[in-house]
C-alpha cells in the first residue's frame, strides 16, 4: 500500500513519514492519503487522524497502532474497492463494479476541470 501525508501538523507530519517511509508516495500515485482533518475529496480513500469519532485513529498513537488501523481501513468494503484496479473492476459484479467504476470516472473528471480552472485563472492573474 501507497500512502501521501498532507497533515496540517509538521510534527504529525514528519512523524508519519518516519513511521511509513516505506511506503511513501506522491499524492497522484498513492491508494491512500492521511491527513490530519477532513478535507475535500483528493481522489482517493482519506484516512484521518484527529480526536473527533469520525477519525480513523486518535492522538497519541504508536507505529504498532497506526499500522493496524491502516490495515483496517484498507480492509473495509468501501476502500477495497476504490483500490480496485481496472482489470478486476470489470470482473466484479455489474452493480458494484460499474458504480465504483462511475465514482472513479467523476472524481477524476472533476479534479481535471479544477486544475484546468486553476491554471486558467493564474494565466490570467500573471497578465
Known sequence: ???AIQCVSPLLQRSLELFLKDRLSSLKQCDVVIRDRFGADVGHPQFVIAQ???????????????LLALEQFVGTKEVRMALLTMDELLETPTGEGLKVLETRIISLTQAYQNDLIRLIREHYEQH
Open 1 to 3: 500500500m501507497k500512502v
Open 52 to 66: 473527533t469519532p469520525e477519525a480513523q485513529l486518535g492522538k497519541p498513537f504508536s507505529k504498532s497502532q497506526l
